[in-house]
C-alpha cells in the first residue's frame, strides 16, 4: 500500500512534524502547558492529519517508532523551553499499541534522561481503551511513572464504555471532556448538565479538568462557571509550529 510505503519512509526522510496547542488556565486565559499533536508533511498529499494514519501506524507497529520519535522530540522541546523560562507542562498522546511493548517505561524514562525534563513537566495522555488491556505489569509500570512525578490524563473522556470503572482503577491525575460535550454547552441544557458533572466528579477524585474544543466565548463563560481548571481550542489558538507557538505565549504574558 503506497501510503504505508510512505509512511515507512516518513520519519528517515524528517516528514514528521510535532504542532502545540496551547492549553489555559479557564478563569486567568494564562497558558499553562500544550498538547503535542502529530503532523505528517506528505510531499504530494501536504500535512496529512494523524486522523488519517494513526490507526494505519498502529496497524502496522510504525507507532512504536513513531511514538517513540513523537515522545523525545516533546521532551527536547519543552526542556529548551524551560531552559528560556517558559514553565509549561507538555502533553503527549500515547496508543495503547506503545503501553503492550514490554519495554515501554524505559522508552518514557530514556526520552526523559535524554533531554533533561524534569517528569513533572511532562503529562501522558492516554484513551479509555488502554483499560481493557489492564495487567499487573501495566499498572506497576503506571504506579511507578507516577510516583517518579509524571502525571496521566484521561482522553476523550465520556466517549469510552467503560469511563467510570475505569476513573476507578488508573492512577490519572487530569481528565480530558472530548470536545462533542462542549459544542452545544452554551445552549443546551443537558449538555451542560453532563459537563457539570463530569467537573464536579474529576473534582471529588482529586483530579484536574481540561475541556477540550473551545470554539466561542460562551462556551469560556460556561468553563468559568462550573470550575473546570484548564481549556483548549480554536478559539485561543490552533495547534501551531512551535515558533508561532513561542510567539503566542510570549504575546499571553
Ligand atoms: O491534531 P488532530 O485533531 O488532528 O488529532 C487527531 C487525533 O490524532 C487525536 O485524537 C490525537 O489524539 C491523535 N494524535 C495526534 N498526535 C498523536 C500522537 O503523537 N500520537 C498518537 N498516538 N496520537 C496522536
Ligand atoms: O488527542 P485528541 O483527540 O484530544 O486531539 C485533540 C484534537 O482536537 C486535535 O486534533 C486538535 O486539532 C483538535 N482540536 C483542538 N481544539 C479544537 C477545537 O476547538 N475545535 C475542533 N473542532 N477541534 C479541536
Ligand atoms: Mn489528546
Ligand atoms: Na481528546
Not at 535524554?114 to 509500570?141: A, K, Y
Not at 482529586?206 to 466561542?216: F, I, L, Q, T
Not at 515558533?243 to 504574558?253: I, P, S
Amino acid at each position: 500500500m503506497r501510503l504505508e510505503h510512505d509512511l515507512r519512509r516518513s520519519l528517515d526522510l524528517g516528514e514528521l512534524r510535532l504542532y502545540y496547542q496551547p492549553i489555559l488556565d479557564t478563569q486567568t486565559a494564562k497558558i499553562v502547558g500544550c498538547e503535542a499533536l502529530l503532523r505528517w508533511v506528505h510531499p504530494v498529499r501536504e500535512i496529512v492529519p494523524p486522523g488519517n494514519f494513526i490507526s494505519l501506524a498502529e496497524e502496522t507497529g510504525l507507532i512504536i517508532p513513531i511514538g517513540d520519535w513523537v515522545l523525545r522530540t516533546a521532551c527536547i522541546q519543552a526542556q529548551a523551553w524551560h531552559e528560556r523560562g517558559m514553565d509549561l507542562h507538555i502533553s503527549v498522546n500515547l496508543s495503547t499499541r506503545q503501553f503492550r511493548q514490554h519495554d515501554f517505561r524505559k522508552t518514557i524514562e530514556a526520552a526523559l534522561h535524554e533531554s533533561g525534563l524534569n517528569p513533572r513537566h511532562l503529562v501522558l495522555e492516554i484513551t479509555e481503551s488502554l483499560m481493557l488491556e489492564e495487567t499487573e505489569q501495566l499498572m506497576q509500570d503506571l504506579r511507578i511513572l507516577t510516583q517518579r512525578g509524571i502525571r496521566f490524563s484521561v482522553d476523550d473522556f465520556g466517549t469510552g464504555y467503560s469511563s467510570l470503572s475505569y476513573l476507578r482503577r488508573f492512577p490519572a491525575r487530569i481528565l480530558k471532556i472530548e470536545r462533542n460535550f462542549l459544542s452545544h454547552v452554551h445552549h443546551r441544557s443537558d449538555d451542560a448538565a453532563l459537563v457539570e458533572a463530569m467537573v464536579s466528579l474529576a473534582h471529588k477524585l482529586h483530579m484536574k479538568v481540561v475541556a477540550e474544543g473551545v470554539e466561542k466565548v460562551e462556551q469560556w463563560e460556561f468553563l468559568k462557571s462550573c470550575g473546570c481548571d484548564y481549556l483548549q481550542g480554536f478559539y485561543f489558538s490552533r495547534p501551531v509550529p512551535a515558533e508561532q507557538f513561542e510567539d503566542f505565549v510570549r504575546e499571553n504574558l
